[in-house]
């Protein structure tokens, strides 16, 4: 008899492969992948009921210590669980109190992600401010820059007049506009949108207006919505919107930006502006948790490590973070220099729920999305 470990993560074609039955293997499949649920402020006694609960059937619940004896009214705990002993939890707690029952209706959330293909979307700059340089293209070379992104990859194209660059301010709309008129008209008189999607990076209805009448399909607002005109637009022409989150201006986003706790943080802000988006009539929405917009290090991290988190609002999650200062921060490099760390944070973060890789570098990022997906979807049996 011989033996090896294994990494299970396509978990069902697996067992079905093994000759399990149909419906044995998906059980299988279930018991297989360990969910952790971080949990705020809850009330100690419902944290030791469910602990009961979840030794039950197998799964656990971490607790500070203290808690068996109730030390503090409140406190935060992990549960551990697979996904078929959540669907029992969720059943025990409609009888337990202590809001237990809302708990384990929220639990569901958790349970069935939507999956996403995932898009390469390029960057495109009409200005002269952007952080790198080499994304900068007026309107004599971007026809050749746009061919050029299809042809490596990109999905989608970006297309932006006004830079967000930490520190940055504002341009006005006319000037905009005199940035992005030709090259948007180069795009429809071209007719690039049949062979790509394009979006425009702004948050001004007019101008916004104008590209979605010459071949835009989608609207990316790192404002996070402040102007609801904006998910208006996103309605009337059926365009994606992709709803950013920024602490602050590009002004003073990087002025020792904190947080209670980032994830619940921009959790609740997400769940405002979807509830705005879906009330203007907006279906196709894109979240973007905003790489450096208002966060440090420490931050991204987190955010890049638990993306999975937000899978549970049913949209696609976009990521941004090619050749941005938080590559610096882990290991000092010019911007023309931060490629490598660039797809090294990009491929982690499709790992954890990505779908969109917002890049100024296709090519490279398309190569290396492939030869990822290629190892992540060979069968290991």
Known sequence: MNFYKVNLRCANEIFLKLGCEPA???ILAQKSEII???IKNMHVGAANIL???ALSIGADVALPKGAIIAENKFVDAILL???RQIKILIQKEKKQPFELKDFGEDLKQFLNPKSFDTRIMGVLNANEDSFFKDSRFCAKTASKRIENMIKDGADIIDIGAVSSRPGSTFINKDEEFKRLKEIIDIIYKEKFYEKACFSLDSFRTSILQYALDNGFSMINDITGL???GVANLASKYKASLVIMHMQNNPE????NPEYENIILDINEFF????KLANSCGVQDIILDVGIGFGKNLEHNLELISNLNHFEHFGYELLIGAS???MINDIITSKIEDRLAGSLAVHLQAVQNGASIIRCHDVKEQSQALRVQDALLSHKIL
């Open 36 to 38: 952790f649920i971080y």
């Open 226 to 228: 402040k102007d609801l």
């Open 252 to 255: 003073t986003m990087q002025n």
């Open 51 to 53: 602990k009961q609960d």
């Open 323 to 325: 050749r941005k200062s």
């Open 24 to 26: 044995g293997a998906s």
């Open 81 to 83: 669980a697979n996904k």
């Open 271 to 274: 769940k405002q502006k979807i």
